[in-house]
Structure formats: structure tokens, C-alpha cells
DNA sequence: TCTATGTGCAACCCTGGAGTTGCACAAGGG
DNA sequence: CCCTTGTGCAACTCCAGGGTTGCACATAGA
């Protein structure tokens, strides 16, 4: 799987694609379904489905002849605990940075 | 704070800002400073701090006659917790649609 | 078989935003 | 006091990508 995060943030970063992914994560449904719930056609929900499959947040299934796409959640809490991990070796740096300072003085 | 998450992806989502983030996350610095690591010019940079500290990941401090920015790591940490929140109400939901299809068999 | 419904594909438009250049302004250091 | 250095501001270019339309193709159902 792709480590790097900023392609995730850049499929997280769309509105669009936001709405999308909330919906899926109610219930898994087809482009076609989405075009009636979501203020855009079904080619541009395809077009974001294919982002959001890209950096695997969305699973893609075919049951009979439509096409049914699911939320990939596993995928959403790696990231999330990627985001954590990098805050807090952040906060220990800081603590680092802080620690000299105060030794200078 | 602004708890909507998908500025703060798209904020985290082009790569020059992610390198910034990196880059003070080592260490505080001016745009300036910034402008002579990374590929790009000042103004640009200086552009993405603006970015950077709408979505409240950036905090500015004057230091003499240089802007100094460096990352907010609380803020961070909050993004990747409602992430693996989400996740987690996602997996419950996905478990749930499970069972009552269990169910229905 | 014919039809309706759901997908796939390609070309196109158009706006946002990433990046640049240029200049003006402020403030330390010699 | 000048000159250097670091910022701030504005206008401009340019292209990725979000969105659309149009059509062709496949397949379940009457």
C-alpha cells in the first residue's frame, strides 16, 4: 500500500469527495445512486470514486450489473494514526527545542 | 477552532506545504529561511504559511525583524484523532450492516 | 427480441490556486 | 547615514483537475 500521506489529504481535501465518503460510510452504494443524492453528475462522482479507490479509501465491488463501492474504514484509521504518531514526535521535538532553551538561559 | 476537516486536508494535501510542515516540524524558521531549502520562491512559501495557519497548523511569532513560523502540534493531533474517530464509526456501521445480513440468511 | 437502466469512455470548458516577477517599505549593522 | 537584509503587497502566467455533455456499450427484465 502507498505510505505517502499527501495524495490521501489531497483525496480527503475535496468537498465533494468528502460528501462521497460519508455517504458510503452510511451504506455502500453505486456512482448512479450517488448522482441522485449529490449535486453532481455521475461522471464526476466516477472521477472521485477512482481518486478515492487510487489512495484506498473505497473498495469497489460488482454485484450484478452495477457497480457498488464501499468505504475502506481501515485504511482511514492507518492515516489517522499516521497523523498522531507525526504530531507527537513533533511535540517531542518541541519538548527537545524547549528543554535546550531553558538550559541556555 | 474550525472543527471542519476537509480545509485542513486540503491544506495537507499539496507537497510544498507538506514540506514545509516537515521542515518546521525539525525546526522553527522564517519564509526566507524556507526559501532557501525548498524549490520554491519566498513568496510562494510565504503564501502557504497563510494556508498553513488558516487551518490553524501554523503559528506565527515576530523575532526581531524576522516573522518566525512554526507548527501548531496540538492541532495535528486533534485532525488524526477525529480521523480514527470517523474510522471507527465507520467499522461499527460496516459491522452492523454485517450482522442484520447475517442475520437475513 | 426489444427496451430500460447502469457503466465506460472521450472531449471539452472553466475556475482556483500554485508559482512567478517586480517593487516598495521597514529595520538593524557598519 | 547608507546599505543590507527580511517582509509585504499586487499583478500576472499557467495548468491541474473538478465538472459537464454526448455517445457507445452491456445486461437484466418484459
Chains 1, 2 share one sequence.
Do not use: N, Y
Not at 448522482?35 to 453528475?41: I, M, Q
Amino acid at each position: 500500500m502507498d505510505t505517502a500521506l499527501s495524495p490521501v489529504f489531497a483525496a480527503l481535501g475535496d468537498d465533494t469527495r468528502w460528501s462521497i465518503l460519508v455517504r458510503l460510510g452510511r451504506e455502500p452504494a453505486s456512482a448512479s445512486e450517488l448522482a441522485l443524492e449529490l449535486p453532481v453528475t455521475r461522471q464526476a462522482i466516477v472521477k472521485h470514486l477512482e481518486v478515492l479507490r487510487g489512495v484506498g479509501l473505497v473498495r469497489t465491488r460488482r454485484s450484478g450489473r452495477s457497480v457498488v463501492h464501499e468505504v475502506e474504514g481501515a485504511r482511514l484509521d492507518e492515516v489517522g494514526r499516521d497523523l498522531c504518531g507525526i504530531a507527537a514526535a513533533w511535540d517531542r521535538r518541541l519538548e527537545g527545542i524547549r528543554s535546550i532553551a531553558e538550559e541556555r538561559d
